[in-house]
Each structure stands twice: as C-alpha cells, then as structure tokens.
C-alpha cells in the first residue's frame, strides 16, 4: 500500500509510526484509518519489529476526528465511521507487540481515543488531553467513553467528557491517562530507549504479558488466573528455559 499519511521508519528493532498531516494538526480521516489498518498488519509480520511506537508531527499528536469530513456524514455514515475507528483502536490493542503512544502535542477526542488503545503513553511536557466531542454536540466515537472510564475510572472519565476541558501533561499524569512526562526534545529518545528496554526482555513473554493482561481485563478473575497459568507453562521449554538458565549460569540470556 502507499501510505500518504502515515510514515514508518525502523531503528535498532523500534518500528516508529508517525503521523504525518500536520497541516491539519493529523485529524484523523478515513484514509488515516485504512493507512494504519494495513500498516499494523506490516508491523506485525515484520520479524525486524519488536515494540511499536506511534507518534504524530508536528504542534500535534492527532487532534480529533476529522470534522471536515465528518461535518456532512448522515447518520448511517457517522456510524460507520465510528465502526471503522474502533476496529483500528482494537487492533492496535490486540497486535501481539507492545504498542507506545509518544504524544508530543494535542491529542484530543479521536486523538486521545488512539492515544488509549495503545499499551501506555509518554507524554510531551507540551501534549494536551482531552475529549471536546460534546462542544460540537457529539460523543467520543473510537470508544473513547469506554476506553476512558476503564483508564482513569468512571468520575473522572465522566468529569473530561462532560467538561470537554482540555488538561496539560501534569494533570494527565495525575489522572494516570500517562505514565510518564519528558522534556518535548527528549520525547523520541526516552520512548525509544524504553522500547529498546522491552525489547531486550524474553519476546515470547512480552508478547504473553500483553495477550494475559489485556485478554484477562474481560475475563473472571479466575478465568484470567486459568490463561495465565496456560502461558506461563507455554514459556517452559522454550525462552523461559533460557532465561533461568542464563541467570543461574550468571550470563545474558540467549532469546
Ligand atoms: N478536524 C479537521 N481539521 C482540524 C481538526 C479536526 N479535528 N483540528 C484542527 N484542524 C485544522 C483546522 O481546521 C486548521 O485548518 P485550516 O488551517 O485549514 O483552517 C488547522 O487544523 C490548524 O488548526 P487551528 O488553526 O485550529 O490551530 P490552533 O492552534 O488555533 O488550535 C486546536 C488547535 C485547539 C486543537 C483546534 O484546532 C481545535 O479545537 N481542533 C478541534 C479539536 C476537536 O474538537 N477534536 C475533536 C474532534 S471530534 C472527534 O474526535 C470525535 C471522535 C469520534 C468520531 C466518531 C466517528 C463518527
């Protein structure tokens, strides 16, 4: 596929994704979501890929849903392009590789929405936050309110959505929307070295971190105890045996 809005570029094993329609602060359209569809189904089969990181550039991260394109959308239309976005998000949650959010500007209602399906965020001191879908009479339609209650509980979720306020980095942090913020120079450089620091980990394991963890949120606790123990056996004779042999024969791991 040629990509128009979507850039991917590979360093030491870090597939980076940026998001690259910065005239329009990266507004989320329809072509950014078929873009991303196919390029998650490459950064997935890419065997030179280990962690994912998306990123947008310029004064923006994404900010939103395209309005242009949505503004005429009848009702039929809107639902569908809600369906597509989700369908995206989900497959940015379910690929089987840690995906990072380097959010380096606004990252407001689809914005944010994308910057939640990813595994966690690092943000920009300069990023701002926020779902404003309520200033144009509409809801958050990449399950931005099921995403959002489920990341900084139902109060707050329902505080943003209502509000439509728009918080600075320390404030997300705050709300645990990100774990991390760094200086805006050192934003691509941490989130790399990060990445970098997964990558070196068991792969099969990290993998199985985020499959167990993610799959077992819509389990039973029990059910979810049941998937762990399945995984944690697969790792057994394959990297697991490696890593406790390589730590009692105090040497690096050979994955
Ligand atoms: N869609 C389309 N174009 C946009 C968007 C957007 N979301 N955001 C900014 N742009 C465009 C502007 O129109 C402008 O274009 P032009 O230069 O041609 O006039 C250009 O980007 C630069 O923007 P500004 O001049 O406004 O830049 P400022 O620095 O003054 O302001 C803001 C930055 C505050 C981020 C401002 O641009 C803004 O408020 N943007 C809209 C934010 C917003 O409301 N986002 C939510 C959109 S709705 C949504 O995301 C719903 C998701 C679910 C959809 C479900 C499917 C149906």
Known sequence: MDYTILKLSIEERIGIITISRPQALNALNSTFFHEMDSLLDEVESNKDIDVVIITGEGKAFAAGADIAEMCDMKQQEGSEFSHLGQAVFAKIENISKPVIAAVNGF???????????????IASSKAKFGQPEVNLGLIP??????????????????????????????EALRLK?????????????????LAKKIASKGPDAVKLIKKVTREGLLKSFAEGCELESEKFGSL??????????AFLEKRKPVW
């Open 107 to 121: 990252a407001l209602g689809g914005g944010c929405e994308l910057a939640m399906s990813c595994d966690f965020r």
């Open 141 to 170: 339609g990449y399950a931005g309110t099921q995403r959002l209650s489920r990341l900084i509980g139902l109060a707050d979720a329902l505080y943003l959505l209502f509000t439509a306020d728009i918080i600075d980095a320390n």
């Open 177 to 193: 929307l990100v774990q991390k913020i760094v200086e805006p120079e050192e934003l691509l450089p941490e989130t790399l070295a």
């Open 236 to 245: 057994f004779e394959k990297q697991g045996a490696e890593g406790m042999k």
